[in-house]
T-cell receptor, first 116, second 114 residues
Framework: AQTVTQSQPEMSVQEAETVTLSCTYD???????LFWYKQPPSRQMILVIR??????QNATENRFSVNFQKAAKSFSLKISDSQLGDAAMYFC?????????????FGKGTLLTVNP | ETGVTQTPRHLVMGMTNKKSLKCEQH?????MYWYKQSAKKPLELMFV???????ENNSVPSRFSPECPNSSHLFLHLHTLQPEDSALYLC?????????????FGEGSWLTVV
């Protein structure tokens, strides 16, 4: 079974600085998708960024980028120029590719605090 | 504004009560999900529906009973719950099960069982 591990329960960053959130996963599959979701105090899970395992290029979305290391099974999220609105719980998630693979496997999350 | 709407946002119920959580998606999706989010635990998938048909019951106790009358609506009927069932229940939807399709979540329903 796939597992997702987020080793940092909490992180903090100064406004305008850069922070990296870690995520590792375990799978025997070669093709899959990885996601970072953000859960602000409103509790809605919002997709931040996703990465397809067969793509070597790291995904980027504005101030958010990932460092995808397939061999190491590592998928970290970098937030540049941190803003107060980035404060939230961040979840790393994994999903198999192919077939009826609707299951998202989530990590336990990292609580990010942004200090003014 | 979210494309997935959940009501009520907060619910307190006794162990002998019967209540329901409602989810509606406005995204034209055909797959809907219930997830449970407990403190200090990863999100747990509970039920999955595709075109109103249940495709997954992740060993959920029978005191939780889902209902999907159409592709836009999903209910979770609650009966004889336990205090450990207190959690945030998240509804989600997607356009089919292709793994590349994004799963969109609602804001959740906070359930407290007393």
């Amino acid at each position: 079974a796939q597992t997702v591990t987020q080793s940092q329960p909490e992180m903090s960053v100064q406004e305008a600085e850069t922070v990296t959130l870690s995520c590792t996963y375990d799978t025997s599959e070669s093709d899959y998708y990885l996601f970072w979701y953000k859960q602000p105090p409103s509790r809605q899970m919002i997709l931040v960024i996703r990465q397809e395992a067969y793509k070597q290029q790291n995904a980027t979305e504005n101030r958010f980028s990932v460092n995808f290391q397939k061999a190491a099974k590592s998928f970290s999220l970098k937030i540049s120029d941190s803003q107060l609105g980035d404060a939230a719980m961040y979840f790393c998630a994994y999903r198999d590719s192919g077939g009826s693979n609707y299951k998202l496997t989530f990590g336990k999350g990292t609580l990010l605090t942004v200090n003014p | 504004e979210t494309g997935v709407t959940q009501t009520p946002r907060h619910l307190v119920m006794g162990m002998t009560n019967k209540k329901s959580l409602k989810c509606e998606q406005h995204l034209g999706h055909n797959a809907m999900y219930w997830y449970k989010q407990s403190a200090k635990k990863p999100l747990e998938l509970m039920f999955v529906y595709n075109f109103k048909e249940q495709t997954e019951n992740n060993s959920v106790p029978s005191r939780f009973s889902p209902e999907c009358p159409n592709s836009s609506h999903l209910f979770l009927h609650l009966h004889t719950l336990q205090p450990e069932d207190s959690a945030l229940y998240l509804c989600a939807s997607s356009q089919g099960f292709s793994s590349g399709n994004t799963i969109y979540f609602g804001e959740g329903s906070w359930l407290t069982v007393v």
